[in-house]
């Protein structure tokens, strides 16, 4: 098993351009979500998925657009990137949406906007 | 709303030293509560969680009591290890705040460093 895997690990935009995250699972997940991390600041959920063509917003949601056509995968998508969405960004995965269930992590994207 | 505070780190230790890291939280409803552990380049993993008030997580020597009354679930381990030096987080997921799904709720993290 990957787990849970993340691309790419780093990556530098310009303020305008438009990116996608690629986020993917092999434990046959039904939930995945979106954090972006911040200095200070923790963990704050963008979006997240209950299942396959099912997502909702977290708590940042604007600026990020998500879809979830397979069970593996969950992108998400930048339209038009701004110097505030510099941050790490993790994607994580739990066998359902139990509150007490365990979300598995992926290693991180590292996005620097100019 | 829903929140959680930890203390600031860094938090520098020398090996085999007793290590508190203090977490206490807000909530609505009735939270569960964990404890992530980010090593260094790596994504966060579970470290351990209780579920209702009084029960004591514990792995690999960490332990962590749900304190209701005074709504804390501070970390604690014995002896630290120059292995155990990592970004320590707490976070919550609560019923009421959450509708039902599983959205954490982050404290910001704190850096302990364990020294030979």
């Known amino acids: 098993n990957a787990g849970v895997t993340q691309t790419p690990k780093f990556q530098v935009l310009k303020t305008g351009q438009s990116m996608t995250l690629q986020c993917a699972q092999d434990m046959n997940h039904e939930y995945m979500s979106w954090y972006r991390q911040d200095p200070g600041m923790g963990l704050r959920l963008i979006h997240y998925s209950v299942g396959a063509g099912i997502t909702d917003q977290g708590e940042v949601p604007n600026g990020y657009n998500v879809s979830r056509s397979t069970t593996e995968d969950f992108p998400l998508r930048l339209l038009s990137a701004a110097p505030s969405q510099t941050s790490v960004y993790f994607c994580?995965?739990?066998?359902?949406?139990?509150?007490?269930?365990?979300?598995?992590f992926g290693p991180g994207t590292r996005l620097l906007v100019l | 709303g829903d929140s959680v505070t930890q203390m600031e780190g860094p938090v520098t230790l020398s090996e085999e030293a007793f290590l508190t890291i203090n977490c206490t939280y807000t909530?609505?409803?009735?939270?569960?509560l964990f404890w992530y552990v980010q090593y260094p380049g790596e994504g966060l993993q579970l470290l351990l969680k209780?579920?209702?008030?009084?029960d004591k997580g514990s792995n690999k020597g960490f332990e962590a009591t749900y304190r209701k009354e005074t709504t804390s679930f501070h970390l604690e381990k014995g002896s630290v290890q120059v292995s155990d030096s990592a970004v320590y987080f707490c976070?919550?997921?609560?019923?009421?705040?959450?509708?039902?799904?599983?959205?954490?709720?982050f404290g910001a993290g704190t850096r302990l460093a364990v020294h030979p």
């Open positions: 994580a995965s739990s066998y359902s949406y139990s509150l007490v269930e365990t979300q598995y």
């Open positions: 909530a609505t409803g009735y939270p569960s």
């Open positions: 976070a919550l997921s609560d019923p009421d705040f959450s509708g039902g799904y599983n959205k954490l709720i």
């Open positions: 209780a579920t209702k008030a009084d």
